[in-house]
């Protein structure tokens, strides 16, 4: 069974930085089917949205919105996934959410980490 743990959120003030961390539970084997990592936000009233997705070939993908202040990158082994986030802003407010995708199509979605960001 695979599990997908969020950590790293917090209250922090605005301009403030924070690196939120991920990690996907499971065997080797599982491990090494991991295809991409990603990170998505839900802001209260709004819809889930996709900040940034890494692949196996380490290359990012952004959002637009994403673009500059956040960077998403890998750790070793490859079922760990970290988003760093600078100079927050109070509309970064949202839980966090991280999905990983398996070879097959197989997705797994944490329980999110809550980012507040005060003005």
């Not at 996907?24 to 709004?46: E, F, V």
């Amino acid at each position: 069974q695979v599990q997908v743990m969020e950590s790293g959120g917090g209250l922090v003030q605005a301009g403030g930085s924070l690196r939120l961390s991920c990690t996907a539970s499971g065997s080797a084997r599982s491990i090494s089917r991991i295809d991409s990592m990603g990170w998505y936000r839900q802001a209260p009233g709004k819809e889930r949205e996709l900040v940034a997705i890494i692949g196996r070939n380490g290359r990012p993908n952004y959002a637009h919105s994403a673009e500059g202040r956040f960077t998403i990158s890998r750790g070793r082994p490859q079922n760990t996934v970290y988003l760093q986030i600078n100079n927050l802003k109070p509309e970064d407010t949202a839980v966090y959410y991280c999905k990983t995708s398996y070879l097959g199509d197989r997705t797994y979605w944490g329980q999110g980490t809550q980012v507040t960001v005060s003005s």
